[in-house]
């Protein structure tokens, strides 16, 4: 059974860092391209940012590019994201991602993160 588990949202501060994790199980993310994206209350879920199969990081969102970056460990079978120099229009429910060769999409349940002073 194909399973993605977030972590590490939370409260932070305007200017602070946060990095969430998404454990996978169920299936080895070698052969994924995996991605974040995040929802903000009364918006649409917005891609982030991807890692390709082959290690190549694509950034979708010019509001994140420079701030947030994705890693992929294959040893431990996690997807990072860290969120640098968070803003308040940061907050958002924040959802890992994975696609398969067959285009078929697996989601994590989201984790809540609140930028706020």
């Known amino acids: 059974q194909v399973q993605l588990v977030e972590s590490g949202g939370g409260l932070v501060q305007p200017g602070g860092s946060l990095r969430l994790s998404c454990a996978a199980s169920?299936?080895?993310?070698?052969?994924?391209?995996l991605s974040w994206y995040r929802q903000a209350s009364g918006k649409e879920r917005e891609l982030l940012i991807a890692n390709t199969q082959g290690g190549y990081d694509v950034n979708y969102a010019a509001s994140v590019k420079g701030r947030f970056t994705i890693s992929r460990d294959k040893a431990k079978n996690t997807v990072s994201l860290q969120m640098n120099g968070l803003k308040p229009e940061d907050t958002a429910v924040y959802y890992c991602?994975?696609?398969?060769?067959?285009?078929?999409?697996?989601w994590g349940q989201g984790t809540q993160v609140t930028v706020s002073s």
């Open positions: 991602h994975a696609r398969d060769s067959r285009l078929n999409d697996y």
């Open positions: 169920g299936f080895s993310i070698s052969t994924y391209v």
